[in-house]
């Protein structure tokens, strides 16, 4: 794996506020969702703050009043060293929506759950890591135990990323395409 796959995906914790329930029925039920930063790691805490509230009324601009702020952190392998942010979970985003804003916000990479089913990590070199089990459903493990990835009030999860890239052009991987390839041994 290159160092930026690694950097993103090797181990992304979220934390979210809301239940279990509501939750999994955004992993489990057909519909989308996209979790994005608009942290940068060379920036200073005051300037991510004011970047994450122009996140923020970027997305109720376009008519996102519901989006779920989470605690998130990842570890860049290079250096070991562990990066905190605030991340928000945007409900019914679609995926050009949610690259325009990883774009604007010089985002490494997105997270993005497909109507399908697929869900996974979108860099902006046009590859991606996704969650899936060898059925080609989304592989998400959930937590409730408070030492087990972010702590929390309800849940906390992580993906559960297989090491394999695919290659995607201006729109998400489904779980079609998903399956195709397994069953080709692509």
């Not at 160092?3 to 057909?30: E, I």
């Not at 805490?45 to 970047?51: G, V």
């Not at 394999?164 to 079609?176: A, S």
Request: glycine fraction near 8%; hydrophobic fraction near 35%.
């Amino acid at each position: 794996m290159d160092s930026l796959t690694l950097r993103v995906a090797a181990r992304h914790r979220f934390l979210t506020a809301f239940g279990l329930r509501d939750f999994d029925n955004l992993v489990r039920k057909p519909g989308s969702f996209g979790i994005l930063s608009a942290y940068r790691g060379e920036l200073s805490k005051s300037d991510n703050k004011q970047r994450h509230g122009e996140l923020i009324a970027d997305l109720q601009r376009a008519g996102f009043h519901r989006v779920e702020t989470m605690r998130s952190h990842w570890e860049d392998m290079a250096t070991n060293v562990t990066h905190k942010e605030q991340s928000l979970l945007v409900p019914r985003i679609s995926f050009a929506q949610l690259m325009n804003l990883g774009d604007k916000y010089k985002q490494d990479a997105v997270i993005y759950k497909d109507p399908s089913g697929t869900i996974g990590i979108y860099d902006n070199r046009g590859e991606a890591e996704l969650a899936f089990d060898p059925q080609g459903d989304a592989a998400v493990a959930l937590s409730l135990g408070k030492d087990e990835y972010s702590k929390g009030r309800s849940l906390s999860f992580g993906l559960q990323l297989v090491p394999r890239k695919f290659r995607y052009h201006n729109k998400p991987i489904t779980r079609d395409m998903l399956v195709k390839q397994l069953q080709q041994g692509a």
